[in-house]
């Protein structure tokens, strides 16, 4: 701790006594402080440059041997800090003086006021003075047999956490929550994992551009620094589920079976939990092909096998359009049949024309092709939708952790920070 300060002394010496009468009246005097005696009050927990005041200021003398002396200093003491909250962190940091050579016999120091005198005090722009009460301590060492007495000024400060939290916290709060809009983009643009990377080598650069302003130490690690680790890990983590994420995306038919268990929990309990509802494309159902009229025609010695069963009743084939017809009693209904006549027409047309009965199975193939490729787009529009519902339950579990994990590492020094 560095601290530029007028450090006052004051004591008697006899032999520098006078009666102003016989000198003019003059009661006070100023000598070079180097011309008289001095108490060699020095600071003990001095960390770099000399330990004694310098001698190039004058002492005021009293004619009743009063001596005052505030030579003006510039110490650098060593302070103990504890980081554990840093930057709404508290410290208490200590100046110790005393004599060096004189015991408590020879010198006996005494408080000038209970305090530090900070009527001139300028106002710092990292730190913020809360007191600096005095206290006198009479210490016996183990090198001596006399007591050596004290003073020590106890300085608790606090640190201004603005410039901190503008240029640390902030942006790695906002880092944070970038990671969780990796869980709200589609899977399909194909940018979740390059804005997983960008964001960890932006978070890497900003940690090294910090180093230098987070305090170094292995004995505590520091508040800011446990909430980059949480934010490293928290990046960390969200590449890795993209990773699976993408993977479950982009499963088909061919390389994965989607097991039931998987099916019931991400495709009908976990949509409910989480609010989704799957969009259903009745278009497309309403236009699908159906496979039954395409089975309804058999092609064997030229006759139609199942459409002769069809005579005289219903025909469950919803390629037959035929003359309607009233249905028997039994059913109550209106079917659509084929007559005789339709029937042998049919026959007819294809034993004379092959071309015919290759376009029917040429449609045919082409129908089961695309049924095939219906059924496989609707499992892999289900790996897609479990990949959605997975993104939306990481979604929130980030954002709770987000949340709860900064509140929970910063509202403790915050609440003392400001009580």
């Not at 004058?58 to 510039?74: E, M, N, R, S």
């Not at 994420?245 to 019931?264: A, I």
């Not at 005579?311 to 359009?321: A, D, E, F, M, Y």
Request: with cysteine; net charge neutral; aromatic share 12%.
């Amino acid at each position: 701790m560095e601290t530029n300060l007028w450090l006052r002394h004051i004591w008697n010496d006899y032999k520098l006594r006078w009666i102003p009468a016989e000198f003019d009246g003059i009661e006070f005097i100023r000598v070079p402080s180097n011309k008289i005696w001095r108490p060699d009050i020095v600071l003990y927990n001095n960390a770099v440059g000399d330990f004694l005041v310098e001698d190039k200021t004058k002492a005021l003398l009293k004619f009743d041997g009063t001596i005052t002396w505030v030579p003006p200093a510039i110490f650098k003491s060593s302070c103990p800090m504890d980081i554990t909250y840093f930057p709404f962190d508290y410290q208490n940091c200590s100046m110790k003086f005393g004599s060096w050579t004189y015991d408590k016999a020879k010198i006996d120091l005494v408080l000038i006021g209970s305090k530090v005198n900070l009527k001139d005090f300028w106002e710092s722009g990292e730190w913020e003075i809360i007191d600096a009460p005095g206290y006198k301590h009479d210490i016996k060492y183990n090198c001596c047999e006399e007591i050596y007495p004290d003073i020590t000024y106890s300085f608790y400060i606090r640190r201004l956490p603005l410039f901190y939290t503008i240029n640390l916290i902030i942006p790695c709060l906002l880092i944070s929550f970038l990671t969780v809009l990796v869980f709200y983009l589609p899977s399909d643009c194909g940018e979740k994992v390059t804005l997983c990377i960008s964001v960890l080598l932006s978070l890497t650069v900003f940690l090294l551009v910090i180093t230098e302003t987070i305090p170094s130490t292995s004995l505590v690690i520091p508040l800011i620094g446990e909430y980059l680790l949480f934010t490293m890990i928290f990046v960390t983590l969200s590449i890795v589920i993209t990773v699976f994420v993408l993977n479950v995306h982009y499963r088909t038919p061919m390389t994965h079976t989607m097991p039931g268990w998987v099916r019931s929990v991400f495709l009908k309990v976990l949509p409910r939990i989480m609010l989704m509802r799957r969009p259903i494309d009745e278009d497309s159902k309403a236009g699908g092909l159906d496979s039954r009229s395409l089975n309804c025609l058999e092609f064997g010695d030229s006759k139609l096998s199942s459409m002769e069963g069809c005579t005289g009743k219903k025909c469950p084939c919803p390629c037959q359009h035929g003359m309607e017809t009233p249905d028997t009693p039994d059913s109550g209904k209106m079917t659509r049949q084929l007559s005789h006549q339709s029937i042998n027409t049919v026959v007819a047309f294809s034993v004379v024309s092959p071309e015919v009965k290759q376009a029917i199975e040429s449609v045919k193939y082409i129908a089961e092709n695309m049924r095939s490729r219906n059924k496989a787009k609707e499992v892999e529009d289900d790996w897609k939708y479990v990949a959605m519902v997975i993104d939306r339950i990481f979604l929130w579990v980030f954002v709770t952790v987000c949340v709860l994990g900064t509140l929970g590492l910063f509202i403790q020094p915050l609440f003392g920070f400001f009580s």
